[in-house]
């Protein structure tokens, strides 16, 4: 179809409307109108008609002081994104979590980001860290896409994404299985990751995070290396 005003329009509506969905999922707090008309340099009248379209689709709702926050439709729609590989990895994340006491979850790659899927905490380890679905950062930091890179190689990912570089440390964890990153993503965190590899999909990756710095990265490794294979067996 050719791209005319009327069509422009629509799209940077759906833009807007988007955009405001990745605000408030990503803020720590509901938000007034007036906060997400800031963040989206929008007039608040402007917002105010977004929003409510959002309502009308359960994918924003208010608390008791009128506050805007995602929606329950939003979790209708997530059961759908990746289905097979969040069924997978469920039972193993939930393993993982209480045998090793860390938060664990599974990442997608999303162009030039990694985007939390699905996770989970351990039922009896109250400092461990929140992670939740939805989350993105970049592909360029922390383990998850270094084993995301891991996985690829070089050359495959320097054709496919030329303007991200290929970090060495995807080497490293391309040799010895497993990838480990510090201070990257979140500050003081220590994260490792191992690549899923499903048959003719492409990667994504299963990940711990821990607080302070005293882990055997190897026996991470290798328990992540052993639960990321059974994921990508049950979904292939």
Known sequence: MPRTAETAAHSQTLSRGLTALEILADSRAPLTIAEVAESLGLHRSIAYRIIRTLEDHSLVERDDSGRLLPGAGLAVLARGVARDLQSAAAPELGRIADELGMTAFVVVWD??????????????NGAAIAQRP????????????????????????????PDIP?????????????????DEVIPGVFAVAVPIQPARQRPSALAVVHLGPNLDAAA?????????????????
């Open 166 to 182: 290929y970090r060495p440390e995807a080497d490293e964890a391309r040799s010895r299985g497993y990838a480990v990153s510090h």
């Open 111 to 124: 162009h030039a980001e990694c985007v939390t899927l699905s996770t989970a905490e351990p039922r009896h």
């Open 134 to 161: 939805g989350t993105r950062h970049s592909v360029a930091s922390g383990a998850p896409g270094i084993a995301i890179q891991s996985a690829l190689g070089r050359a495959e990912w320097e054709q496919r994404m």
């Open 220 to 236: 991470i490794g290798a328990t992540l290396q052993a639960a990321a294979r059974r994921i990508a067996d049950a979904v292939s």
